[in-house]
Nanobody, 127 residues
Framework: QVQVVESGGGLVQAGGSLRLSCAVS????????MGWFRQAPGKEREFVAG????????YYADSVKGRFTISRDNAKNRVYLQMNSLQPEDTAIYYC????????????????????WGQGTQVTVSS
């Protein structure tokens, strides 16, 4: 019943930009913080960015701070990740996930706090 679907991945040159989208259905969207994670070849899944259900609290991994922006549109049950100045090290499968939120300002960097995950969308950045 719960569905999390990412889109917007693709192939870009270093220095380029992509905007990922995540559509969520089957849950009360405002009751969930949202996060983006990624998994690169040979590496474990890592946190990229998170946003509270109010949209007022945002957090970014150091590796993407200043380059990526997470946002959400609760009216559309969607979360976005604007990725600028992409580098080859950003190449990964990017996953969108939901985290039950005890409050409007809640967010989490921990994958174990997220209950529903999308199928992932591939981002490839060429050298």
């Amino acid at each position: 019943q719960v569905q999390v679907v990412e889109s917007g991945g693709g192939l870009v040159q270093a220095g380029g930009s992509l905007r990922l989208s995540c559509a969520v259905s089957g849950v009360t969207f405002t009751g969930y913080a949202m996060g983006w994670f990624r998994q690169a070849p040979g590496k474990e899944r890592e946190f990229v960015a998170g946003v509270s259900w109010t949209g007022g609290s945002r957090y970014y991994a150091d590796s993407v701070k200043g380059r990526f922006t997470i946002s959400r549109d609760n009216a559309k049950n969607r979360v976005y990740l604007q990725m600028n100045s992409l580098q080859p090290e950003d190449t990964a499968i990017y996953y969108c996930a939901t985290a039950p939120a005890p409050g409007g300002g809640y967010y989490s960097l921990l994958s174990e706090d997220y209950d529903y995950w999308g199928q992932g969308t591939q981002v490839t950045v060429s050298s």
